[in-house]
């Protein structure tokens, strides 16, 4: 080793695998990974089978149908089993899964999107759209749901977008969670995409009018040329000239943020606030995150004038005692909304 270079404590590389919730790429497959994801894909292909059974299309979103691109698919970290169907099947959906023993276990105000359920230890999201209200890519969807793929990863066969509506899908994810806490599960997700679909030939024929149509161009770029950097992915023509500052921005954002967020606390905390209040405008974010957090609203709409001044006051109430380190929050919170407004998200 080199004179000055700290040794690699492999503790410490597992520690921080774990908050990035990219452990199982250190170990392969082991038997624990392989036996959750046999668990996971059964209860997926009984999703998929009752739907099926009732001629109501869908697609599975993230989960396997980012795995499908992995060296080893059960490698990939796997949470809540998302799936997408049209909106005019939604209502028939919900009443099938809930016949079905699928129990509804998400809040009125966070149904804008999707409903969650639970059934056997496991989580659903059932979706009519995937869109956020500040990004739609919906007609990529449906279109993608018109013209969707079976593929199979082992003796699993599932249904799935295909590749321009996929790989916007792992685009909009990480986007939405430069808000919310970005972590290295979503990077690799793209960066394998990247590896087995996005080429030079498919980006300049189909995928790059479609990111520059929604204002994605220099995300896509600076996260591939971030993977192509430090991560390994072989070269694409397409991400030369990335700013390599903003590259490196964008990873300092990951590495202190972890998985969802999980090292500054998901969602809550004064850094990822200020970034969003300054992408988006102080009153716009302190009406809609009052409109979401307040209880009383939710039976008395009559409240909404008052849904910005509630959430004044809940953001008082949860820093108190935070002595100096609020301060530290607001400042990087500033500095991620001024890397959002350059990735131009």
């Known amino acids: 080793m080199p004179s ?202 189909t995928f790059q009018s479609a990111v520059n149509e929604l204002g994605f161009s220099t995300l896509a770029i600076t996260a591939t040329a971030l993977c192509q950097n430090y991560l390994g992915l072989p070269a694409r023509s397409w991400c030369q000239g990335a700013d390599e500052e903003l590259v490196n921005q964008l990873l300092e954002t990951i590495l202190t943020s972890g998985n969802f967020g999980i090292k500054t606390g998901t969602g809550n905390n004064v850094e990822t606030v200020t970034a969003a209040m300054k992408s988006h405008g102080v009153f716009y974010y302190l009406q809609l995150a009052g409109e979401h957090n307040w209880a009383l609203y939710h039976r008395y709409h009559m409240l909404k004038p008052f849904c910005c001044l509630y959430q004044i006051f809940r953001y008082i109430r949860q820093g108190i005692g935070r002595g100096f380190k609020l301060k530290d929050d607001i400042g990087r919170g500033s500095a991620r909304a001024d890397l959002l407004k350059k990735l131009g998200v």
């Not at 990247?194 to 300049?204: G, T």
């Open 4 to 205: 000055g270079m700290t040794p690699i404590q492999p503790s410490l590389v597992l520690e921080e695998a774990q908050l990035q919730a990219v452990a199982g790429l250190l170990n392969g497959e082991d038997l624990y990974t392989a036996t959750r994801f046999v668990q996971y894909c059964y209860v997926e292909d009984e999703l998929v089978k009752l739907l099926s059974s009732h001629n109501i299309p869908t697609v599975i979103v993230k989960g396997t149908s980012a795995a499908i691109y992995y060296p080893i698919p059960s490698a990939r970290t796997f949470g809540d089993i998302d799936f997408i169907v049209p909106l005019q099947y939604f209502s028939i959906a919900t009443t099938l899964l809930e016949a079905n023993g699928y129990i509804k276990n998400s809040k009125p105000e966070d149904e804008d999107r999707h409903i969650g359920y639970s059934k056997d230890g496991y989580h659903f999201e059932l979706h009519h759209r995937f869109s956020y209200t500040d990004l739609d890519i919906e007609r990529y969807i449906q279109a993608g749901i018109e013209n969707r793929v079976q593929v199979r990863i082992n003796d699993h066969e599932f249904p799935m977008l295909p590749p321009l509506a996929n790989g916007l899908v792992l685009l909009t994810h990480i986007s939405h969670h430069l808000y919310l806490g970005l972590g290295l599960r979503q990077i690799i997700d793209w960066m394998m995409y990247v590896d087995r679909v996005l080429n030079d030939e498919f980006w300049y024929s």
